[in-house]
């Protein structure tokens, strides 16, 4: 069993992605172009935004963002203590100060009265000033975007909504990726979304916010290639990856909806046996993950034990909270404490996921943990 069957897909759709591919390289064109237009397109279509640069990550998305708005040294950026290290690594690269942040047990994104004391705590304790809120939607459901909003509007903040686990994640019917000033995905091949390499984009309603994006992943041109009106970046996506994205786009759809149901397979074999994941009402995840967490670390260490001798993978996402990272300890502000994270880092265990799991394999995985646990 693999842990994200990518095959499996490609195998299903071999033909249009094949002939997308073909066609770029038989167009002898490999940036740019027509089928990066045209994605950008669809993907600002399917959002629900105005404006959609496609570039060449998720990390690089998220720093783009930051150069956008200027971000910059004093200036502080509000990070969920549980996430993929980009989400906060791109602060200190920008110069500004990450303030890490605790999040909920049940759904694992952003707890909105951790992230209101540790703004309160930035303005009474340090020279900083307080500036973006990265919003992530950790593991594919979307953060608790409204409560985030209020607390930005009332302290003059950004928000960056960082969506690279929740492409085709929803709150009622608006997307992920429609809820930040800018929000960001990535398009790792892993990701809900996913493309053959690294891939990613930036999204905003503000047209002044979308021209300047549109500078700085081209070296901060101006009028042309060789005008260049600031100091910008060279994250572009290939062409080919665009060519890829089209074509899965036209059923992304579909996978998200099945997606949902091998979810609803797990909840209904896992629960009462471990802690299943708590999707909100009116929100609806896509998936790129399905965690669980155990009783304790000893636990989890008998359910990875036995999944292995079954031949069954799972990840642990995430061994360490963001604030105990070596590379942040410099300049580290602990403006609120985080045990949730602490909890969460000890006992959560991430479990094979993908669109076209099998009932036997999901029963498999739950057979293994209930056996671990017995
Ligand atoms: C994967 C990921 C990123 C970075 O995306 P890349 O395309 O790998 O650079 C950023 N934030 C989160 C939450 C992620 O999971």
Same mark, same amino acid.
């Given at each position: 069993?693999?842990?994200?069957?990518?095959?499996?897909? *490609?195998?299903?759709?071999?033909?249009?992605?094949? !002939?997308?591919?073909?066609?770029?390289?038989?167009?002898?064109?490999?940036?740019?172009?027509?089928?990066? %237009?045209?994605?950008?397109?669809?993907?600002?279509?399917?959002?629900?935004?105005?404006?959609?640069?496609? +570039?060449?990550?998720?990390?690089?998305?998220?720093?783009?963002?930051?150069?956008?708005?200027?971000?910059?040294?004093?200036?502080?950026?509000?990070?969920?203590?549980?996430?993929?290290?980009?989400?906060?690594?791109?602060?200190?690269?920008?110069?500004?100060?990450?303030?890490?942040?605790?999040?909920?047990?049940?759904?694992?994104?952003?707890?909105?009265? %951790?992230?209101?004391?540790?703004?309160? *705590?930035?303005?009474?304790? !340090?020279?900083?000033?307080?500036?973006?809120?990265?919003?992530?939607?950790?593991?594919?459901?979307?953060?608790?975007?409204?409560?985030?909003?209020?607390?930005?509007?009332?302290?003059?903040?950004?928000?960056?909504?960082?969506?690279?686990?929740?492409?085709?994640?929803?709150?009622?019917?608006?997307?992920?990726?429609?809820?930040?000033?800018?929000?960001?995905?990535?398009?790792?091949?892993?990701?809900?979304?996913?493309? *053959?390499?690294?891939?990613?984009?930036?999204?905003?309603?503000?047209?002044?916010?979308?021209?300047?994006?549109?500078?700085?992943?081209?070296?901060?041109?101006?009028?042309?290639?060789?005008?260049?009106?600031?100091?910008?970046?060279?994250?572009?996506?290939?062409?080919?990856?665009?060519?890829?994205?089209?074509?899965?786009?036209?059923?992304?759809?579909?996978?998200?909806?099945? +997606?949902?149901?091998?979810?609803?397979?797990?909840?209904? =074999?896992?629960?009462?046996?471990?802690?299943?994941? %708590?999707?909100?009402?009116?929100?609806?995840?896509?998936?790129?993950?399905?965690?669980?967490?155990?009783?304790?670390?000893?636990?989890?260490?008998?359910?990875?034990?036995?999944?292995?001798?079954?031949?069954?993978?799972?990840?642990?996402? *995430?061994?360490?909270?963001?604030?105990?990272? !070596?590379?942040?300890?410099?300049?580290?502000?602990?403006?609120?404490?985080?045990?949730?994270?602490?909890?969460?880092?000890?006992?959560?265990?991430?479990?094979?996921?993908?669109?076209?799991?099998?009932?036997?394999?999901?029963?498999?995985? +739950?057979?293994?943990? =209930?056996?671990?646990?017995?």
């Amino acid at each position: 069993m693999e842990f994200r069957d990518l095959k499996t897909q *490609y195998l299903k759709h071999k033909e249009t992605i094949d !002939t997308a591919m073909q066609k770029v390289l038989l167009s002898g064109h490999f940036i740019g172009g027509e089928p990066v %237009s045209q994605l950008e397109e669809k993907l600002a279509d399917y959002v629900g935004v105005k404006h959609c640069i496609a +570039c060449a990550n998720g990390t690089d998305a998220l720093q783009l963002a930051l150069m956008a708005w200027e971000i910059g040294p004093k200036d502080a950026v509000f990070v969920p203590d549980l996430t993929f290290f980009s989400s906060g690594e791109v602060v200190p690269l920008v110069g500004a100060v990450p303030i890490f942040v605790d999040v909920y047990r049940e759904t694992y994104n952003i707890d909105p009265d %951790s992230l209101r004391k540790a703004v309160e *705590y930035v303005i009474h304790n !340090t020279d900083l000033r307080p500036r973006v809120i990265v919003a992530v939607d950790l593991f594919g459901q979307p953060a608790e975007q409204q409560a985030i909003r209020e607390i930005a509007d009332q302290y003059g903040l950004l928000v960056l909504e960082d969506a690279a686990q929740a492409f085709g994640g929803m709150i009622g019917d608006k997307k992920t990726c429609s809820f930040g000033d800018i929000s960001t995905t990535s398009f790792f091949p892993a990701k809900p979304l996913g493309c *053959y390499g690294d891939g990613g984009a930036v999204f905003t309603d503000d047209d002044g916010c979308a021209e300047r994006l549109r500078s700085i992943h081209v070296h901060g041109k101006g009028s042309g290639k060789y005008d260049n009106v600031r100091i910008g970046m060279n994250s572009r996506l290939d062409t080919i990856q665009a060519a890829v994205l089209l074509q899965k786009l036209q059923f992304f759809e579909e996978e998200v909806e099945a +997606c949902n149901r091998v979810a609803a397979k797990y909840d209904e =074999r896992l629960r009462g046996a471990v802690k299943i994941p %708590s999707i909100l009402e009116n929100m609806r995840s896509s998936w790129a993950q399905y965690t669980i967490c155990l009783k304790d670390g000893k636990e989890r260490e008998q359910v990875i034990a036995q999944l292995q001798a079954d031949g069954i993978p799972s990840a642990v996402y *995430y061994p360490k909270p963001m604030h105990r990272q !070596t590379a942040f300890a410099d300049h580290l502000i602990e403006a609120v404490s985080c045990e949730n994270t602490e909890y969460i880092c000890e006992r959560c265990l991430s479990l094979p996921f993908h669109p076209y799991m099998e009932d036997a394999d999901i029963n498999a995985v +739950c057979e293994s943990i =209930r056996k671990a646990l017995r």
